[in-house]
Structure formats: structure tokens, C-alpha cells
């Protein structure tokens, strides 16, 4: 049986760190002069203290469900740490997303209080509570009225009560997974489940402390950003600053100046594709510059592979350092140390790249199931292209007995002190993934090394086969499809079929490029309807798949999308990937056109 380290549940997480770190500062938030405002550790133990008492006043208990539908912010935080002082379950919702949905969540989770951020939500929410019996109460961030959060704060502080402290089984988040095939699902996460989580990574970045600064771009209600960011943060003191949206996040970064990036492979992608058309765009003595620094670098990096080292090498990459590579480091905000990402593979060459320009990227593997993390690189133990090592504490299988013969990987399933306690309210759901010996059955395919590096091969939900019988794992083919500067996103296809094909979403900022070189239009529709415009992108997409790829996985058709896979429009999950089954049931009868 597993011991948790202590403390093993969120509240004397909060309690010891708080302690600890009572003057740092742990957030930094936007204000109207275009600065950012410090808010200390002491600051919100005291809102937080103030929302327990308040929650209490409004008969919130053990097990009782608290919601929140918001963006990352200092209140997210408030609500959570009250909510786990009163031995509730937060769960949290995020603001991009459909009405039908979050009211699907309240009431499968048996939402009693919620909290939304501003009131144009609440007037999308206001009467839940007609359909839904156990909403009692919802609350609002950005308002000064009775139901606002500092009407609860304040009715708290008149009647304070002292934290309850949890068992590490009770629950503490129910986060609804985000759904890539199937409807989502409640994962149930207990307290021991992510302070575990956050103190397994911690132990192995003995380089993170309390003078670390991260910046806040994925959501808390993602189980990564919950304790990759937001419960690691805390427990070392470092404090966390915010960006506002995807369009502003140039300059987030130069007013938040981060030192770690918690995020996904696809920011690393863009900065890379911009980086090398502003080079080619310059030519001249910039480019060969550029060039010269990371033919430098690439030596310096293949001679520490065999162990040695060159003095004229080494003084070229400082030279060139100084003159290329703190341009990109002062990009990113002149400060960034490091970067953990997930979700989708790390291209090798990208992250080849970014090491030798001093911000080494950490790729690590989970899912919402784990708490998410299983496995990790580090400063100490790193190998690119891989998602590194289990974390201490869990065991990690390969089951080769569910796929084809001959296969050298096999389903990654997981034993540790991280797994979630099962699925709410789907007992044939949850026992279709935990075995009675507490395996989770990940529904990934991977393989180890023999040095213990986890290699991820694809998924098994979302491979398919082709008619001539061949397996293909789709996403990694989208993932080198989207190295291309031109496309901005992709999804291949061809379940049963006798070819793959692919629909492309370009990237028309870059493509404006391309169209001012040919003299033609750069409106997206004309682009589209441009032959010349589609058949250079075909060929791009070709090359770049033949060497890596068999061939009968390269797309032999193609279908071009002016309208982006995002967020908003529920073809992409919170950390980017594409939800196939959302975009097959838009495009369905274009793409068996395609078959035709």
C-alpha cells in the first residue's frame, strides 16, 4: 500500500505553504495601466479563509458539489482551497464551451453552489436551477450585488469557521474530461491523487524555488495545468502570472517575464515556424548569422552526445549566443529557464532546437485518469523524442496481448498512488479502464527502452485500419502535417477506406506570404479556390511524411477547410487536440466524397 508523503490532501497543502511562503507573492494580475498587480500567498489565505465561512453559511459540506465556470484568475484559487476546507468537490467548467454543456456537468455532478466569472455567463446559467433540483446557489465573480463572491467573502469574515481537514481518499476535483471520441466523463481525483501528482514532479526539478515565475496559459480545469502549475507552484513558493488571450500572449510574456512554461508542443511549433520565415524574410549577413549560431550549436550538442568537447566550438556558441539566441530567449520574456509540455509529441528537431537556444523543453506524459502525470523528463534524465521516465511510486506495463502480432509496443497501463477513484456515476465506463488490481488501462499504445524512457506510438481508440488491413495512429501524421509553416491544422482520416486522406486548415497569415510572392490574392476563399495555391501545400505535405511514414499511411487526397479546428467551435480540446469525432460528424459527406 502506498504512504503519501505529507501533506497528502490539498487543505494542509495550502495551510503549510501558506505558512511557509506568507510574504511571496503568488499572483500577478493585469491591471487598467497596462502593469501588473502583486497579490500575496497571506492575501488569499485570508480570501480564502473568508469564501470557507462563507460556503458554510450557505450549508456547504463534505462530499456537497462546488462549481466554477471561469478562466484562470486569483478567485479560480479562492474557491477551490475554501471549497477543500469544507470537504466539498470542486468542479471546475471551462467559459469556452456550450451551455448544453455545462449544464450537463452541474447536474451530473450534483452541482449545489456555483461560481461563474462575469454576468454574461450568468445570464446563460440564471435558471439552471428551474431544471436542475440541487443548484441552490450561483454566484458572480464580477459583481458588487448580494450573489457576488465578495458578499460571500464578507458574509465569511463576520462568521469565520476553521478548515476542515480531508482524508487523501476523499475527492477533491471531478474533472470532466474533454472528450476527443466519446461524450465526457467525471473523473474522480482525490486529494492524495494530486499531491501526489504535484510533489512526484516537483522532486525531480530540484530547480524550481520560490523566485520562479510561470505564466498561466492553460486552464486549472485541465488536470495538467491543475497540478503542473497551480498546486506545484504553490508548494515551492514561486508565484504565477496570467495571460490574458491567445492574441495578447507576446506581450504577457514580456510583462510576466516567466522562467518555466507550462504548455503544449503547438506554442514551440509557432514560435519555430516564425522564427525561421523572419530569418529567411531577412537573408543577408542576419540569416547566415542565424545559421552559423545553430550550426555552432548542433556541433557542440552532437559532440556532448559522444562525450567530448571543442574549445573553438564552445567560444563560437557563446559568441553566437549573445548575438542570436537571447533574441529568442528575450521573445519569450528574457527569463525562461525551462518548459514542461504534453498532449501531443514534441517534434525532435524543435526541440533540438530550443535546447541549443538554452530553453530546454521537458515532454512528460499523462491523462486526466492519473492526475495526470505518469511520466516525466528532466534536467537529469532526458531523452528528446521521448516522454521520459515513470515518476517514483508508480509501476508501468506494456500489454502487448491487445494488439496485432508482431507489434514491438503495446497498451501503456499504470499502477500508482495517482489513479483516479473511477468515473462518476459510470460504473461500466470506470470498470472497462480499472482493473480489480487497480491497473488504469490507458487506451495509449507505447513502448520502454532499455533505459526506462517511455516512447509513445499512438492511440489505441483512435487508430484505425485501413481496407488492406494496415493499422494507422492518426495523430502522429497530423503532428508532422502541422510542422509546416503553411498549415495551421490538420486531421487524416480513412477508417475501412482504401487510402488515408487529409483535411487542412492553412495558416493564411502565413500564406499571405505566399500569395504576395505569386502576385495573387491572399483572401482565404481565393487561396482555396487557387489550384496552384492547394497543390504546392499537397506537395508539402507529401515530403515531409515520406522517409518517416509508410506509404500507404501518406494522404492520397486532400480536402481544404477555411474554417479553423478551435475551441470555440468544439473541434479542439483545452490542450488542442482534435476532437475526430466532432469534426467527421461536420464534414462527413465531403470526406466520403473524397472516396468517390
Not at 523524442?385 to 515513470?390: D, L, M, P, T
Amino acid at each position: 500500500m502506498w504512504t503519501y508523503e505529507k501533506p497528502d490532501n490539498l487543505v494542509e497543502w495550502w495551510i503549510e505553504y501558506e505558512k511557509r511562503y506568507r510574504n511571496n507573492v503568488l499572483f500577478w494580475t493585469h491591471n487598467d495601466q497596462g502593469g501588473l498587480d502583486p497579490t500575496t500567498y497571506g492575501e488569499i489565505g485570508r480570501r480564502i479563509d473568508h469564501a470557507r465561512g462563507g460556503l458554510a453559511q450557505l450549508g456547504i459540506g463534505k462530499d456537497d458539489a462546488v462549481g466554477v465556470i471561469s478562466a484562470n484568475r486569483p478567485e479560480w484559487a479562492v474557491l477551490a482551497f475554501a471549497t477543500y476546507g469544507r470537504r466539498a468537490r470542486y468542479i471546475p467548467m471551462y467559459e469556452q464551451e456550450l451551455v448544453q454543456t455545462w449544464k450537463y456537468i452541474i447536474k451530473d455532478s450534483a452541482v449545489k453552489f456555483l461560481l461563474v466569472s462575469t454576468p454574461e455567463i450568468y445570464e446563460k446559467v440564471k435558471d439552471f436551477p428551474k431544471e436542475i433540483k440541487t443548484l441552490e446557489h450561483i454566484y458572480v465573480m464580477e459583481s458588487s450585488g448580494e450573489n457576488s463572491l465578495s458578499a460571500l467573502e464578507k458574509m465569511g469574515q463576520q462568521d469565520p469557521v476553521e478548515p476542515e481537514i480531508p482524508h487523501y481518499d476523499d475527492i477533491a476535483v471531478l474533472i470532466y474530461t474533454s472528450g476527443t471520441i466519446a461524450e465526457p466523463k467525471g473523473v474522480l481525483l482525490t486529494h492524495g491523487n494530486l499531491t501526489y501528482c504535484s510533489k512526484a514532479g516537483y522532486n525531480i526539478f530540484p530547480e524550481l524555488n520560490e523566485e520562479n515565475v510561470a505564466i498561466s496559459m492553460l486552464p486549472w480545469a485541465h488536470s495538467y495545468a491543475l497540478s503542473a502549475e497551480l498546486n506545484n507552484w504553490i508548494q515551492f513558493g514561486g508565484s504565477i502570472g496570467f495571460m490574458r488571450d491567445v492574441t495578447t500572449l507576446t506581450e504577457d510574456l514580456q510583462l510576466v517575464k516567466p522562467h518555466y512554461l507550462i504548455c503544449v508542443p503547438r506554442l514551440f511549433n509557432k514560435i519555430y515556424d516564425t522564427i525561421q520565415i523572419q530569418m529567411e524574410d531577412a537573408g543577408g549577413i542576419k540569416k547566415k548569422l542565424f545559421d552559423a549560431a545553430c550550426a555552432a550549436a548542433r556541433k557542440k550538442r552532437e559532440l556532448a552526445v559522444q562525450g567530448k568537447s571543442d574549445p573553438v566550438t564552445n567560444i563560437k556558441c557563446a559568441v553566437y549566443d549573445k548575438l542570436v539566441f537571447s533574441q529568442v530567449r528575450a521573445a519569450l520574456g528574457g527569463r525562461v529557464i525551462g518548459s514542461l509540455t504534453a498532449s501531443a509529441a514534441m517534434n525532435k528537431e524543435i526541440a533540438e532546437f530550443f535546447d541549443d537556444v538554452g530553453v530546454p523543453i521537458y515532454d512528460c506524459y499523462g491523462l486526466t485518469e492519473a492526475a495526470p502525470a505518469v511520466t516525466m523528463n528532466c534536467k537529469k534524465n532526458w531523452r528528446i523524442g521521448s516522454v521520459g521516465r515513470v515518476l517514483d511510486g508508480q509501476k508501468l506495463v506494456i500489454d502487448s496481448s491487445v494488439v496485432e502480432d508482431g507489434a514491438i509496443d503495446g497498451e501503456i497501463v499504470v499502477y500508482g498512488p495517482n489513479i483516479m477513484k473511477g468515473y462518476h456515476n459510470k460504473p461500466k465506463e470506470t470498470a472497462e479502464v480499472l482493473a480489480p488490481d487497480g491497473a488504469l488501462r490507458t487506451g495509449d499504445r507505447g513502448y520502454l527502452d532499455k533505459d526506462g524512457y517511455l516512447w509513445i506510438t499512438g492511440r489505441i481508440k483512435e487508430q484505425y485500419k485501413l481496407l488492406n488491413g494496415k493499422y494507422v495512429f492518426p495523430a502522429a501524421i497530423e503532428e508532422e502535417i502541422k510542422l509546416i509553416p503553411y498549415v495551421a491544422n490538420a486531421m487524416v482520416y480513412g477508417d475501412g477506406k482504401p487510402y488515408n486522406v487529409c483535411l487542412v486548415v492553412p495558416d493564411f497569415e502565413m500564406t499571405a506570404r505566399w500569395a504576395a510572392e505569386k502576385g495573387v490574392s491572399n483572401r482565404p476563399e481565393d487561396l482555396l479556390a487557387n489550384k496552384e495555391f492547394t497543390e504546392m501545400i499537397e506537395r508539402e505535405i507529401t515530403s515531409i511524411l515520406k522517409g518517416t511514414f509508410g506509404n500507404y499511411e501518406i494522404p492520397k487526397k486532400f480536402m481544404f477547410l477555411e474554417e479553423d479546428f478551435t475551441i470555440e467551435n468544439r473541434m479542439l480540446t483545452q490542450t488542442m487536440k482534435v476532437k475526430r469525432r466532432v469534426v467527421l460528424n461536420k464534414y462527413l459527406d465531403e470526406i466520403e466524397a473524397l472516396y468517390a
